[in-house]
C-alpha cells in the first residue's frame, strides 16, 4: 500500500485519514479502505465539480476547417484593408476621379477589412455568432449559382454560348464550396460557445 496521494481526473472526495482524493461513486477510500465520509468542505467539491460539468460543458478542440477559415478571412481581411488604405491614398493624391467616391469606396474597403477580422477571431475563439455570420454570408453566396441553375434548367439557351450541361458542372463546381460550408456550420454547432 502506497502513502502517495495519487490525484487523477475526476477524483473528488478527500479521504479524511490519508488525503487520498477518490471519484465521486467510491464509498470506501481506494487508499487506506476507510469509509469515505461526504464532509463539508468534500461534500462541496463535489457540487462544484458537478456545477462546472454542467455549467462548461467541455469545449471541444478547434476543427481544422475552422482554423483554415479563420487564417483565410484574417488574410482576405489584411488585403481588403490594405486595398482600402492604398486606394484611398492613391484617390487623394492624382485627384484624377471623384474625390468623394474614392474616399467612401476606401472606406467600405477598410469597413470590409475590419469586420473581416472580427469574424475571423470570432471563429478562432469558436464563438457562435461568428458561426451565424458564416451560415448566412455562404447562403447569401449560394444565391447567385442556385438562380443560374434555374435559370439554366428552365431555358438551356440562356448558357452564356457555353453548352448548358457544361455550365451546370462549372455553376455547381461555384457553389460546392460555399455549400459545403454552409452544410459544415450548420451541422456542427457542438464546437461553439452558445
Ligand atoms: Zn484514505
Redesign the pocket.
Known sequence: MSNQITPSEGDSIV?N??G?LNPAWRTE?K??G?RLMLGSASRSATLSTARNRILRPQLLERPGCVTAYAVLLGIIAAFAGLAGLLFGFTTMINREFNLAAGLVLSVVMLAVGGFYIMVSRGLWELKNWARIVIIVTSSIGLIGPVLSILVVLVSPTSAQGVDPLIYLCLVGVQSAIPGYFLYWFSANGKYFQK
Open positions: 479521504c485519514s490519508c487520498q477510500c487508499n487506506c476507510k
